[in-house]
């Protein structure tokens, strides 16, 4: 038991850590966003010739700068930075949801109370939480893809692939819930014997 209440409290405390670098992570987002945002609204003339800016998605390249010339226009810039914004807040705060629910699971378990009651709502919530995310960040995915090839003017077809991994993942973890309900009410039988 001690061995389990140690390891949750290091997973939480890892989890904060990481709840920590989402928050970081989406003020360095808008921060070069909005850096990108004025470098775009500067006259051409006063960038430097040497400037090459390259945005990679999907092992395609999007050219915006190439040799200190604007390879699109500025509206379609603000289209791309301002969508691919949008998707990088939504998936660092898919993460922090996931993150604050795992959290939550750790709390029983950091004081020796794995199958306390509620538990395995907690982790069928998480097992919800993994199977939205998965179709989430597929949808997102998809939008993304739209607005690169329309800004490119080069139509492609566009596949929506679902990850399987995630679908596993929540399948599993819906299993695993149920696991722990049962082991709520071997606790709940053990503690009204005693």
């Not at 379609?76 to 998936?91: D, G, H, M, P, R």
Request: glycine share 4%.
């Amino acid at each position: 038991m001690e061995k389990l209440c140690k390891t949750a409290r290091v997973v939480d405390i890892f989890a904060k850590i990481l709840f920590i670098f989402c928050i970081v992570a989406i003020c360095m987002l808008i921060a070069a966003n909005i850096f990108t945002a004025v470098a775009v609204s500067r006259p051409i003339e006063d960038l430097p010739k040497t400037l090459s800016v390259v945005f990679n998605f999907n092992d395609d390249n999007f050219v915006v700068f190439e040799n200190g010339q604007l390879m699109i226009s500025k509206q379609q810039f603000a289209i791309y930075v301002l969508s691919a914004s949008i998707t990088e807040v939504i998936w660092v705060v898919i993460m922090m949801i996931g993150i604050k629910l795992v959290r939550r699971m750790m709390i029983p378990m950091k004081e020796g109370r794995p199958f306390e009651e509620g538990i395995s709502e907690i982790i069928k919530k998480f097992g919800h939480f993994v199977l939205a995310a998965t179709v989430i960040c597929a949808f997102i995915h998809f939008l993304l893809d739209t607005v690169f090839i329309a800004i490119s003017a080069e139509p492609e077809p566009l596949p929506v692939s679902i990850s399987g991994s995630g679908i596993f993942a929540a399948l599993v973890i819906y299993l695993i819930s149920y696991i722990f309900r049962y082991g709520e009410e071997l606790q709940k039988q053990a503690d009204e014997t005693l």
